[in-house]
């Protein structure tokens, strides 16, 4: 099946810097979606991309869903001790049909922010 | 999005047992999933949970192991049969809310400590 490389694995940033994750498939995928995951918590849809190019934002996080659509981008801007946590990328395996819903996850990437 | 209460939150169990995991929606949805996390790793798909009709189960996952029932379009449950320690993990719950959407939303997990 598909898979997800996301990169990297772990980061640790100090507060106030900007952070840049990606994640990168060896086949198109057709949706891009953009989760956080907290301690003891489910992950948290932070954003949805749907286009090839399309560049969306929700507060100080920015994603790109590239142009080859095998790749997208999460930028987090000026970064602060709440967004610490597990960011995956995701994505459906295929296209339509039975998939919607069924997500592909990368190995996600650990954020730790020191005050 | 939608409002998903799984229970229980976390539980430690014996090996040889089952445990039933339950999962609620404040509102009916199309879709309904089971995932699971293992320690430090990403999400894996189990199933599909379908109302009214047997689960659609991933490449790696088997009904005995994992029965999964949903009865109506706000409920399901997902069993993990004849424990092992192996079988230590999150498991989440997952609903889309519309078909053809491929936004998911998580339950907050339930994790299962098998000793």
């Known amino acids: 099946g598909q898979q997800l490389n996301q990169s990297p694995q772990s980061m640790f940033i100090q507060e106030g810097e900007d952070v840049s994750m990606n994640c990168t498939s060896s086949?198109?995928?057709?949706?891009w979606l953009w989760y956080k995951q907290d301690p003891g918590e489910g992950p948290v849809l932070l954003i949805a991309l749907y286009k090839a190019g399309e560049l969306t934002s929700n507060g100080r996080l920015t994603a790109q869903f590239g142009i080859t659509r095998k790749d997208s981008f999460l930028n987090i801007s000026a970064s602060i001790p709440s967004d610490v946590g597990i960011y995956f990328c995701a994505g459906p395996p295929r296209a339509g049909g039975t998939s919607y819903g069924k997500l592909t996850f990368g190995q996600g990437t650990i954020l730790t922010v020191h005050p | 999005s939608a409002v998903i209460s799984q229970k229980p939150s976390r539980d430690i169990c014996q090996r040889g047992t089952s445990l039933t995991i339950q999962c609620q929606v404040d509102?009916?949805?199309?879709?309904m999933f089971w995932y699971r996390q293992q320690p430090g790793q990403s999400l894996t798909l189990i199933a599909t949970a379908n109302q009214g009709s047997e689960a659609t189960y991933e490449s790696g996952f088997v009904i005995d192991k994992f029965p999964i029932s949903r009865p109506n379009l706000t409920f399901s449950t997902l069993t993990v049969s004849n424990m092992s320690p192996e079988d230590s993990s999150i498991y989440l719950c997952s609903v889309v809310l519309r078909h053809g959407n491929t936004e998911a939303f998580f339950g907050q997990g339930t994790r299962l400590t098998v000793v």
């Open positions: 509102s009916q949805v199309t879709m």
């Open positions: 086949s198109i995928f057709n949706t």
